[in-house]
Nanobody
Framework: QVQLVESGGGSVQVGGSLRLSCAAS?????MGWFHQAPGKEREGVAA????????YYSTSVAGRFTISRDNANKTLYLQMNSLKPEDTGMYYC????????????????WGQGTQVTVSS
């Protein structure tokens, strides 16, 4: 089975940037990032097909975040720019084998998460 390990979280000022990484033991058809704000449900942020590189974004992050992958190193990235306080929370890497978008139901395996805090 695939194991996913996120890294790169931390504290950043409003308007700042972070790059999250997800190291995968094996890449699946679809890799994605999900965000869970404190006290809220998990929601999809971005997803990418590992073979073709098709990307999908939530409207809240489109234009600010960029998902990418390095197939050779089996690493998924989320470049986060122009960060806002509402971006604060846990970010989870996920893997799906059949369909790809920002819907949680498409993903079967999840990482442990990495914390992002955006403050002024």
């Amino acid at each position: 089975q695939v194991q996913l390990v996120e890294s790169g979280g931390g504290s950043v000022q409003v308007g700042g940037s972070l790059r999250l990484s997800c190291a995968a033991s094996t890449f699946s058809y679809c890799m994605g990032w999900f965000h869970q704000a404190p006290g809220k449900e998990r929601e999809g942020v971005a997803a990418i097909t590992t073979a073709g590189g098709s990307t999908y974004y939530s409207t809240s992050v489109a234009g600010r975040f960029t998902i990418s992958r390095d197939n050779a190193n089996k690493t998924l990235y989320l470049q986060m720019n122009s960060l806002k306080p509402e971006d604060t929370g846990m970010y989870y890497c996920a893997a799906g084998h059949r369909r790809c978008s920002t819907y949680a139901e498409y993903f079967q395996l999840w990482g442990q998460g990495t914390q992002v805090t955006v403050s002024s």
